[in-house]
């Protein structure tokens, strides 16, 4: 009869791919709460409650972590995008409105604390490693045509001018998208937001309006 081994049972550790994931979970929250310079990695490991001094053994240095941050956030984002922008229940302009109402709610439950973390490292694009720059610009072209073909919908069913340019409507969008989630965040409210898209769709120029030059 096998003999029963006594004491503490024995300790599990969380596997390498694990941990890794908490911390970029972490570093997704830290970066839309501070930018890139200003995010330390003793903070995020104390988040994470990974020993300090072990950051290197998941990942190569700051800069590969970063990039690796920005990918997982932007994967995030898209699929939120995809499921407002490509909702069938809803018309092409009340698709926008979701994505904003939707953008309050999640700022709403972080006090307003996070915001966009793509918006957040291009305040800082001068400081920031050459190689976040076009990596920022590609995610910024992909929202961008997100939103574009939901116009393009939009302007194939004849909600919006034939004649209005749906890739200068698109990078309109975001940028006072950016700058309403920036002033959220100072209000600590969601009226910039309601603001923003209360002037962006009423300045979607509609059949009997002239061209908006790319």
């Known amino acids: 009869?096998?003999?029963?081994?006594?004491?503490?049972?024995?300790?599990?550790?969380?596997?390498?791919?694990?941990?890794?994931?908490?911390?970029?979970?972490?570093?997704?929250?830290?970066?839309?709460?501070?930018?890139?310079?200003?995010?330390?990695?003793?903070?995020?490991?104390?988040?994470?409650?990974?020993?300090?001094?072990?950051?290197?053994?998941?990942?190569?240095?700051?800069?590969?972590?970063?990039?690796?941050?920005?990918?997982?956030?932007?994967?995030?984002?898209?699929?939120?995008?995809?499921?407002?922008?490509q909702d069938g229940t809803r018309s092409e302009m009340d698709r926008l409105r979701l994505l904003v109402d939707q953008t309050k709610a999640h700022m709403s439950r972080y006090a307003f604390i996070r915001g966009c973390l793509v918006g957040n490292l291009a305040k800082e694009i001068a400081t920031l490693p050459a190689c976040f720059q076009a990596r920022l610009a590609a995610i910024s072209e992909g929202w961008k045509e997100r939103v574009a073909a939901c116009l393009r919908a939009a302007q194939q069913k004849k909600q919006i001018s034939e004649a209005a340019s749906c890739n200068a409507l698109a990078e309109f969008f975001w940028l006072g998208w950016e700058g309403a989630v920036l002033r959220a965040r100072l209000v600590k409210n969601a009226a910039p937001l309601d603001n923003f898209i209360q002037q962006f769709l009423s300045g979607v120029p509609k059949e009997d309006m002239g061209t908006i030059e790319v």
Not at 22 to 33: A, F, K, N, Y
Not at 62 to 83: H, M, N, P, R, S
Request: proline share 6%; glycine share 10%; charged share 25%.
């Open 1 to 85: 009869m096998p003999r029963t081994r006594l004491g503490r049972p024995p300790r599990e550790y969380p596997s390498y791919n694990k941990v890794r994931i908490s911390l970029l979970h972490h570093g997704v929250e830290m970066l839309t709460e501070h930018g890139f310079s200003s995010c330390g990695l003793d903070g995020m490991l104390r988040r994470a409650n990974v020993p300090k001094g072990s950051f290197r053994h998941y990942f190569k240095n700051k800069e590969a972590f970063g990039l690796e941050v920005i990918g997982v956030y932007d994967t995030w984002f898209c699929t939120k995008l995809d499921q407002c922008l």
